[in-house]
Antibody, heavy 121, light 107 residues
Framework: QITLKESGPTLVKPTQTLTLTCTFS??????????VGWIRQPPGKALEWLAL???????RYSPSLKSRLTITKDTSKNQVVLTMTNMDPVDTATYYC?????????????WGQGTMVTVSS | EIVLTQSPGTLSLSPGERATLSCRAS???????LAWYQQKPGQAPRLLIY???SRATGIPDRFSGSGSGTDFTLTISRLEPEDFAVYYC????????FGQGTKVEIK
């Protein structure tokens, strides 16, 4: 059974850097064809695709946020970390991590519960 | 960056009716990388369709996807009470994007 869980601060100040961790079980990010992505959703608004990291360490980013995002993996800990620099109140959102695989053509088939991050001074 | 535009914004229907949701891309999308999700309030999204037309594990056959190029459709053949929710399309090329969503509400 695949599960994912996001963790990190619930409140960050403007200009700070956000670090979120996705801890997963039920699969390995060293297995060919597997990926983990990050998606966010501001309150009452649509989903926004942020970043995706593959088993081979290939990384993809949203073009509009690429300069602020870094995604990394720690295969031994079954974790994926997303950092976002220069946080702003408009970055207030629920942040999700999700499993992706070539079997589902890299759609996000299993999602974490999400973690709410508020940006405020 | 590929922009996905979903229509209509809101669809008001009764249980048992057919729902047709549209997703239009600003440039051609590989059908292999077009997905549909359902989201209910307070919940994470659930994958319904991947590869434009393949149902994800456990998804009822009343949900179907079709389309290619820049025009894609999600059809719910007969709405059940649990189908009233927000639906998003998503594409994945060199990076991904989501549409803005279509809310299917009870008429």
């Amino acid at each position: 059974q695949i599960t994912l869980k996001e963790s990190g601060p619930t409140l960050v100040k403007p200009t700070q850097t956000l670090t979120l961790t996705c801890t997963f079980s039920g699969f390995s990010l060293s297995t060919s064809g597997v990926g983990v992505g990050w998606i966010r959703q501001p309150p009452g608004k649509a989903l926004e695709w942020l970043a995706l990291i593959y088993w081979d360490d290939d990384k993809r980013y949203s073009p509009s946020l690429k300069s602020r995002l870094t995604i990394t993996k720690d295969t031994s800990k079954n974790q994926v970390v997303l950092t976002m620099t220069n946080m702003d109140p408009v970055d207030t959102a629920t942040y999700y991590c999700a499993h992706s695989s070539i079997g589902d053509l890299f759609a996000f088939d299993i999602w974490g519960q999400g973690t709410m991050v508020t940006v405020s001074s | 960056e590929i922009v996905l535009t979903q229509s209509p914004g809101t669809l008001s229907l009764s249980p048992g009716e057919r729902a047709t949701l549209s997703c239009r891309a600003s440039q051609s999308v590989s059908s292999s990388y077009l997905a549909w999700y359902q989201q209910k309030p307070g919940q994470a999204p659930r994958l319904l369709i991947y590869g434009a037309s393949s149902r994800a594990t456990g998804i009822p056959d009343r949900f179907s996807g079709s389309g290619s190029g820049t025009d894609f459709t999600l059809t719910i053949s007969r709405l059940e009470p649990e189908d009233f929710a927000v639906y998003y399309c998503q594409q994945y090329g060199s990076s991904g994007t989501f549409g803005q969503g279509t809310k299917v509400e009870i008429k």
